[in-house]
């Protein structure tokens, strides 16, 4: 993943509540076996039939519960691939949220009010150092947890990180806590 | 009692193998938000750390008409999807129940009725239903494909403590109102992002009295509000639930002795509690594009011109034009093409056996097509064992092999454009069920009525 600098530039806006990732990027395109490529089937059928536009701004800002519904991680790499590096919203899902986070797309969470005023405002500034938007009608400071905003500012690869703390978990699973549920490998 | 704990906190804990890191006990996997988590892994040449305490199965586009084998499927973009995921399970030496085998079917499905899924564990899936293993007492979510990969390499998951609330449900569900239509009702109330944030405890008489199937469905929807997880206490029901069943522990006593200890203690303290009069619920059905959308069967299709937030009023404008609804029409007047019965919410043997119970000696209305996609091979067996499937075909309905099917329309089992579909499923966003197709969420028994009159009924006086 690379690491997230600041990222400044026009802001495109879907002013709709509860988008969920089914329409950011409907189920005929799950079958592909890459991570790479699902740009051009974003928001497949609201852009087909002309019902939503949107230009391939560094910037989105959406509606509350942005991403919700399946965790189909196809859905952050669509919004990636068409362009996107920011995403503003007054409320995420969970996954979705944590999908973002994964790969580089920044989730920030503002309130409605200030929402509308990035979108009014067309063009932003996002530094996540600094945990600020910036647009013609404001600064807003937005929060965001210090190992997200680690990771994403190095661009670390989580599974190196966590395997950094691999002893702690082999003393995990020599201690015996690990043996709950089934042996799969035995059923 | 200060240190009175929580199912929730208690398998938190136990779980804790550093700060923000948690040890997942059993990794379900499927063949659409995996392959790249596999990739990733050979790209890093990093091995999966605990085959054992991972499973595999191909469940959400696999066709469901008899085909027997990966290499046979139709469609060549979901037959080289399944083939991958056959391939990545060899190489990795993960046990999979891919077509052909008769322990195969929706991952949420076959994991309780292996007993893979057990109280106290911590189970996730690159699959936002996760959520149905709560219903055993276990602490189990959706996580996307990175983190997929991440607990294959590691078998633990990155974590951040969500929040906790308690749903409280006095009373009894009333006749004809079920734990679908509970659920439904809850979403209704809190919105589809009013859990968002929690991992969340269904208690009180409703649930207690509910058998797991009914515990699976709520849980099942917990997503639907938004929640992280939804969890309910384990008690005499799901250990007899799970006794018996090939994944449990040899040492099957101890093992309950030990569950004895995993239910809240009393003054454990919650983020924020809910109540809700069980008794006072009624069969819903859902109108709109999102579940939290919903009403009584006995109600009307809602005005936007009523709802006091714009947001609310422009989304339910919008819903109702997709849906092709006019405000103010009865829910029992509205007229389907379409019934589907499956889906990892209702397709278990209960189900199943209510749905067939309605349709008994009756058709389906002629204009309706229906379809019944039990949720695995072996809930198959078992109905057939039954002679479920005689009732369902003699009443008119298409029998199927298991899969997810037309609850996410991967597979040939879609909705054409502007068909309107009464559904056991769990979602009714646009499209989802096929582009332009109309979904309208109901429980098996709303269902299997609704399929017979050829439009929703009031399933408690309609004989």
Redesign the interface.
């Known amino acids: 993943m690379d690491a997230f600098e600041i990222v400044e530039g026009q802001v495109a806006v879907l002013d709709?509540?509860?988008v969920?990732t089914?329409?950011i990027i409907?189920?005929?395109f799950?079958?592909?076996?890459?991570?790479t490529g699902f740009g051009e089937f974003l928001f497949y059928?609201w852009f087909r039939s002309g019902e939503v536009e949107l230009e391939p701004h560094p910037i989105l800002v959406a509606?509350?519960?942005f991403g919700?519904?399946?965790?189909?991680?196809?859905a952050?790499w669509a919004l990636k691939d068409f362009g996107f590096d920011v995403v503003i919203a007054p409320?995420f899902?969970?996954?979705f949220y944590?999908?973002c986070t994964?790969?580089g797309l920044l989730p920030v969470i503002l309130s409605e009010e200030e929402c509308r005023q990035v979108a009014g405002s067309g063009e932003a500034r996002v530094d996540l150092d600094d945990q600020t938007v910036t647009c013609a009608q404001g600064v807003f400071r937005f929060e965001v947890?210090e190992?997200i905003k680690h990771r994403l500012v190095n661009g670390l690869?989580?599974?190196?990180?966590?395997?950094q703390?691999?002893g702690?978990?082999d003393e995990?699973e020599q201690a015996g806590?690990?043996d709950?549920?089934?042996?799969?490998?035995?059923? | 009692m200060a240190d009175a704990k929580s199912l929730f906190d208690k398998i938190w804990e136990q779980h804790e193998v550093d700060d923000d890191l948690l040890y997942v006990d059993l990794h379900l996997v499927h063949e659409v938000t995996s392959p790249q988590a596999f990739d990733g892994l050979r790209l890093s040449g990093r091995k999966v750390r605990r085959p054992d305490k991972t499973l595999a199965t191909a469940d959400h586009n696999v066709p469901t008409d008899g085909t027997p084998a990966a290499r046979l499927i139709a469609d060549e973009l979901s037959r080289k999807q399944v083939q991958a995921l056959e391939r990545n399970c060899d190489e990795f030496g993960i046990p999979l129940y891919s077509l052909g085998s008769a322990r195969r079917g929706i991952v949420h499905v076959i994991g309780p009725e292996l007993g893979a899924t057990q109280p106290g564990m911590t189970i996730v899936c690159g699959d936002s239903h996760t959520s149905t293993h709560g219903a055993f007492g276990a602490l189990a979510f959706g996580i996307g494909t990175s983190e997929v990969e991440h607990v294959l390499a590691t078998q633990c998951l990155v974590q951040k403590r969500p929040k906790t609330m308690r749903i409280s449900y006095s009373g009894q569900l009333g006749f004809g109102v079920t734990s679908k239509d509970l659920i439904l009702a809850t979403i209704g109330r809190l919105g589809t992002a009013g859990m968002q944030g929690y991992a969340v405890e269904y208690s009180g008489p409703a649930i207690e009295g509910l058998p797991m199937e009914k515990r699976m469905t709520i849980c099942n929807m917990t997503i639907e509000g938004g929640g992280r997880a939804g969890m309910i206490a384990p008690d005499e029901t799901t250990f007899e639930y799970v006794r018996g069943k090939p994944g449990t522990p040899q040492d099957f006593d101890a093992a309950v002795e030990r569950w004895r200890h995993l239910p809240t203690e009393g003054g454990a303290s919650f983020d924020r509690e809910i109540e809700v009069d069980a008794s006072e619920l009624s069969p819903m059905v859902t109108w709109g594009t999102t579940p939290g959308m919903v009403t009584e069967v006995t109600a009307h299709v809602p005005d936007p011109a009523a709802m006091d937030s714009p947001a609310d009023r422009e989304a339910a404008e919008r819903a109702l034009a997709y849906m092709d609804l006019e405000p103010g029409t009865p829910i029992t007047e509205i007229p389907l093409e379409r019934i589907f019965i499956g889906s990892c919410t209702n397709s278990r043997i209960t189900d199943l056996r209510e749905a067939a119970s309605l349709l008994d000696g009756r058709k389906i209305a002629p204009s309706l097509r229906g379809m019944v996609v039990p949720g695995s091979q072996q809930v198959k067996a078992q109905a057939e064992e039954e002679g479920l499937d005689e009732v369902f075909r003699s009443a008119g309905f298409e029998w199927r092999e298991s899969g997810c099917s037309a609850c996410l329309g991967m597979n040939p089992d879609i909705l054409q454009p502007g068909e309107r579909c009464a559904s056991t499923s769990n979602r009714n966003f646009e499209g989802r069920q096929g582009a332009g197709g109309r979904t309208h969420l109901v429980s098996p028994r709303m269902a299997a009525a609704a399929a017979i009159e050829g439009r929703f009924v009031d399933i408690r006086n309609w004989s």
């Open positions: 709709r509540a509860d969920d089914d329409q409907p189920k005929q799950l079958k592909r076996v890459e991570r059928d509606g509350r519960n919700s519904g399946s965790s189909r991680e196809h952050v409320s899902s969970d996954i944590s999908n994964k790969n947890d190992q690869d989580d599974v190196a990180m966590t395997l703390r691999a702690k978990i995990f806590r690990a709950a549920g089934p042996v799969t490998t035995a059923l």
